[in-house]
């Protein structure tokens, strides 16, 4: 690492392969050099930081677990440890690597045509092109079983009408993966920008992943040919498994966000004297910083024990809600007690913590609600689905 973030008293380290530790550490050099600088001024000024996307390219970071179409074919737990990363630098940084990768390019990859993957692998795996995602509606996302966006089928095309709302990278996106009922069950288009009657538009005056493009989709009357639509995703079992993709990354990015935290915290508190004495001499001070460590380390196990199982291909869904649930609420956590120890200044965007904890105030909501979770691994647990 280029210095240590985290002590490591579980020598976490020894738990990873010489390539794991290497993907891991070249991420974590880029984010300190290229994103950290400017990540804060992003946040204030509601920009995301394009200029980023060639060198996050570059580096593999999309489709990163693909071994084809120009990817760079790398095992999940290198997948997870990038986005530890590149949340530890900021959560929109992450999230539009998620979005291209688990939401956009697996679908593709997963669901899509011969055709379908040519033509788009490639240049999303080079950065060239971006995709969004779009589930949510404006009339709820935690129940997209029952979404209003419809697709008729009228000779060889489709005719797509409705909305999709709060999409992460909309008005940025080459492709829009959209998801719409039809009369056989739901079923995945590829909506391509400039196609008539595909409008976007930017959500503004957000609180929280500023750094982020998150847009509402429009759908008038949207012709697209039935090529476009994705062969093999029947039913809403195709996009919920693409979230299950995105959200083992999250649960990793939220363990990255906690980490550059406590470190704040700590630098702050070897530096701060009050009373006669530096922070890190006082025992609540101590207290706090330990159970920052004790929450991270846990996590970070949980993190990668699930990576595991992923490459293994034994993991299931539920595993996934548990680890989004507990380290996304790790993270907000951590954030929002780092922001209190920093005093006045904590509230200042020169300090990372208030960044991260109104960032994963999205983050808890986004990819399925913390309650949606908790109800994922309850329906897991007792076999009753009670949502
Ligand atoms: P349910 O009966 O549970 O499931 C229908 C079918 O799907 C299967 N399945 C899954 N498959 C793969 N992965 C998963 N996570 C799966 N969950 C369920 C299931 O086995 C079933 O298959 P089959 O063959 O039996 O039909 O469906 P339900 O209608 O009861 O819904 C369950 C519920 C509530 C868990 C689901 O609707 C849900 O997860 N809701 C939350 C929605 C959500 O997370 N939306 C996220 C939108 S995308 C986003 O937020 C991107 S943010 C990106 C960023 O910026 O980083
Ligand atoms: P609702 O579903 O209306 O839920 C409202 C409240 O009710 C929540 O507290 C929820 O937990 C609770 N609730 C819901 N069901 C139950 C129940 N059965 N029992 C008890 N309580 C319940 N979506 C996309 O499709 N693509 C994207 O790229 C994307 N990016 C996003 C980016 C940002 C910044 C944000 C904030 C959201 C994004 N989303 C995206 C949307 C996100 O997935 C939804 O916000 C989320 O799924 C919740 O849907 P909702 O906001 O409509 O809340």
């Known amino acids: 690492m280029p210095d240590v973030i985290l002590p490591d008293l579980f020598?976490?380290?020894s738990c990873l392969t010489d390539d794991e530790r290497q993907v891991r550490d070249t991420v974590a050099r880029w984010v300190d050099d290229r994103v950290l600088p400017i990540i804060g001024e992003c946040f204030e000024k509601e920009r995301f930081p394009m200029d980023l996307v060639?060198?996050?390219?570059?580096?593999?970071l999309f489709g990163p677990t693909f071994a084809d179409y120009g990817c760079?074919?790398?095992?999940?737990?290198?997948?997870?440890?990038?986005?530890?990363?590149l949340e530890r630098g900021d959560s929109g940084v992450r999230s539009f690597a998620s979005v291209q990768s688990g939401?956009?390019?697996?679908?593709?990859?997963?669901?899509?045509?011969?055709?379908?993957k040519q033509r788009w692998l490639p240049e999303m795996a080079r950065g060239r092109k971006i995709g969004c995602f779009g589930l949510t509606e404006p009339d709820g996302g935690s129940d997209p079983g029952t979404m209003k966006t419809r697709a008729v089928k009228k000779g060889g095309d489709w005719v797509i009408n409705g909305a999709k709302m709060w999409i992460t990278n909309g008005s940025l996106a080459d492709v829009a993966v959209v998801w719409a009922a039809t009369d056989d069950g739901i079923?995945?288009?590829?909506?391509?920008?400039?196609?008539?009657?595909?409008?976007?538009?930017?959500?503004?005056?957000?609180?929280?992943?500023?750094a982020s493009i998150t847009s509402e989709l429009f759908f008038d009357n949207v012709k697209v040919p039935d090529s476009n639509r994705l062969p093999r995703a029947e039913g809403l079992g195709a996009p919920l498994s693409c979230l299950t993709q995105a959200r083992y990354g999250i649960a990793w990015g939220g363990v990255g966000?906690?980490?550059?935290?406590?470190?704040?915290?700590?630098?702050?508190a070897k530096q701060?004297?009050?009373?006669?004495?530096?922070?890190?001499?006082?025992?609540?001070?101590?207290?706090r910083l330990a159970d920052m460590v004790r929450q991270i380390?846990?996590?970070?196990?949980?993190?990668?024990?699930?990576?595991?199982?992923?490459?293994?291909?034994?993991?299931?869904?539920?595993?996934?809600?548990?680890a989004k649930w507990h380290c996304v609420r790790m993270g907000l956590d951590v954030a929002r007690d780092a922001r209190d120890l920093l005093g006045a200044g904590g509230i200042s965007i020169e300090c990372c913590p208030i960044r991260h904890a109104l960032n994963l105030e999205s983050v808890i909501t986004y990819e399925g609600t913390e309650t949606i979770h908790q109800l994922i691994v309850g329906r897991e647990i007792t076999g009753h689905g009670a949502f």
């Open 11 to 13: 020598d976490f380290n």
């Open 54 to 60: 060639p060198e996050m390219a570059e580096m593999g």
């Open 72 to 85: 760079a074919g790398l095992n999940n737990v290198c997948y997870g440890l990038i986005m530890q990363e």
């Open 103 to 116: 939401l956009c390019m697996y679908p593709i990859h997963a669901y899509g045509s011969p055709e379908q």
């Open 187 to 210: 079923r995945g288009f590829l909506v391509e920008k400039g196609m008539p009657g595909y409008t976007t538009r930017d959500i503004p005056h957000k609180f929280s992943l500023r």
């Open 257 to 268: 966000a906690a980490m550059a935290c406590y470190r704040e915290c700590l630098e702050f």
């Open 272 to 287: 701060r004297v009050l009373f006669g004495t530096t922070l890190d001499r006082k025992q609540m001070i101590q207290v």
């Open 297 to 322: 380390t846990a996590a970070q196990f949980l993190c990668l024990q699930l990576g595991r199982l992923k490459d293994a291909g034994t993991m299931h869904h539920s595993q996934v809600s548990l």
